[in-house]
């Protein structure tokens, strides 16, 4: 156990470190994400973003399970 958290903790130090280079890559405003703007109101869900997210995470489990 912990091996795992002190991955994870590393996990999370690298994902630190680069947030600004994530920041540029426009990861929140991909095409296929929904905006809606109204006078006073906005939408925004980001289906696109969480589907990228979603397939990265998990590689990244698949890796980490089958490396573990």
């Known amino acids: 156990m912990a091996k795992k958290l002190i991955f994870i903790g ?31 109101f906005r939408f925004y869900f980001p289906i696109t ?4 997210v979603s397939i990265v995470l998990t590689i990244l489990i698949w890796l980490f399970k089958k490396w573990w």
């Open 49 to 52: 973003t969480c589907l990228v």
């Open 10 to 40: 590393c996990l999370l130090l690298v994902a630190g470190l680069l947030w600004p280079i994530l920041e540029k890559l426009n990861l929140g405003r991909l095409p296929g994400d929904i905006i809606i703007r109204r006078d006073d």
